[in-house]
């Protein structure tokens, strides 16, 4: 989030070197979601809320909750 310090807010996944990885098969999202997905994403990249990163060895499928107003909030399951 713009305007926070990463040294006191700054979100990590604690793994441990022993841990084996888990890559979840990549869903399909609907035709109708799928636009509103990459709108949200774009917008969050924009105002510089989210950063790209590739880890091929760990996805996270994007879950979807329509709002009241038409629209989807986008969560990440990790």
Do not use: C, T
């Not at 305007?3 to 841990?19: E, F």
């Amino acid at each position: 989030m713009s305007g926070l310090d990463p040294s006191i807010v700054q979100h990590r996944l604690p793994l441990l070197p022993h841990a084996r990885l888990v890559k979840q098969k990549l869903r399909q999202l609907h035709p109708r979601w799928s636009l509103q997905v990459k709108e949200e994403i774009q917008k969050q990249l924009s105002v510089g809320f989210l950063s790209v990163v590739e880890y091929p060895e760990w996805l996270a499928n994007v879950i979807l909750v329509p709002k009241k107003d038409g629209k989807v909030r986008v969560y990440v399951d990790f």
